[in-house]
C-alpha cells in the first residue's frame, strides 16, 4: 500500500511541476533551472508510475531517490551562504524524507531479503533523522508554527505548535529506537495529513 501512495505523491508532484513550472522558476535560484525543473518533473511522473508495479518498482524507487536527492542538494549553497539558519538544513531533511521513501520501496522491492533488510534499516534511520529535525524545525519556529494552525481550532494555537512537536519529537524516538516504529510512522503519516486538510 505504502509503496502506491509513495507513487501517487510523486506521480502529483511530478504533474504539478509541469504545469506550475513558471511558478517553481520564480522560486528556485539556480542556474537551468527551467529544464532542471522540466527533467526532474518528468522524472517524477516516469517513477512514481513505475513504481505501481511490481518488475518495474526498483527502477521507480532508484528515480524518485536521485531527484529526492538532487532536490535536497539544491540547497547546499543556501547552507553555505547562511549555516545557521536551521530553515536551510530542514528543507534539506524535508527533501531527505522522500530519499528514505524511494530508499524503502527499493529495498522492499530487492529479491535479497538480506540486501533488502540493510536497506530498508539504513532508510528507517535516515527517516528518523529526518523527523529529529522536523522537530528541531518546528521548535525553533515555534511561533510561525502556531501562526498557521487555524484560530477556530480549540484550545490554542500555540498548544497545537507544542503538542505537534512533542509528537514529532516522540515519533524520532520510536522510530530511531525501533519500539512501536510502524505505530510511530502511521501515527506521524496521519499528523502530516491532518496538517494538509487542516491548514
Not at 501517487?8 to 513558471?22: E, P, Q, R, S, T
Not at 511522473?45 to 524518485?64: C, E
Request: charged content about 10%; hydrophobic content about 60%; proline content about 4%.
Amino acid at each position: 500500500m505504502g509503496r502506491h501512495v509513495f507513487g501517487v505523491v510523486a506521480l502529483i508532484f511530478g504533474l504539478a511541476g509541469l504545469a506550475w513550472h513558471d511558478q517553481l522558476q520564480s522560486i528556485w535560484h539556480l542556474p537551468g533551472v527551467a529544464p532542471f525543473i522540466y527533467v526532474t518533473s518528468v522524472a517524477q511522473v516516469i517513477g512514481g508510475i513505475a513504481i505501481q508495479f511490481r518488475k518495474t518498482a526498483r527502477l521507480g524507487a532508484l528515480t524518485l531517490g536521485i531527484v529526492y536527492l538532487l532536490f535536497a542538494l539544491t540547497w547546499a549553497t543556501r547552507i553555505i551562504a547562511q549555516p545557521l539558519v536551521y530553515d536551510r538544513w530542514g528543507n534539506v531533511f524535508e527533501r531527505l524524507a522522500f530519499v528514505a521513501g524511494a530508499m524503502l520501496v527499493y529495498g522492499s522491492a530487492s529479491p535479497s531479503a538480506s540486501y533488502a533488510k540493510n536497506i530498508c534499516r539504513a532508510a528507517v534511520i535516515l527517516f528518523g533523522i529526518c523527523v529529529v529535525s522536523f522537530t528541531l524545525e518546528q521548535a525553533a519556529y515555534l511561533g510561525p508554527t502556531a501562526a498557521l494552525v487555524p484560530k477556530w481550532l480549540p484550545p490554542s494555537r500555540m498548544f497545537w505548535a507544542a503538542a505537534t512537536t512533542i509528537a514529532f519529537a516522540l515519533a524520532a524516538v520510536s522510530i530511531l529506537s525501533g519500539y512501536k516504529a510502524l505505530l510511530a510512522s502511521r501515527l506521524l503519516t496521519l499528523m502530516l495529513v491532518i496538517f494538509g486538510v487542516v491548514i
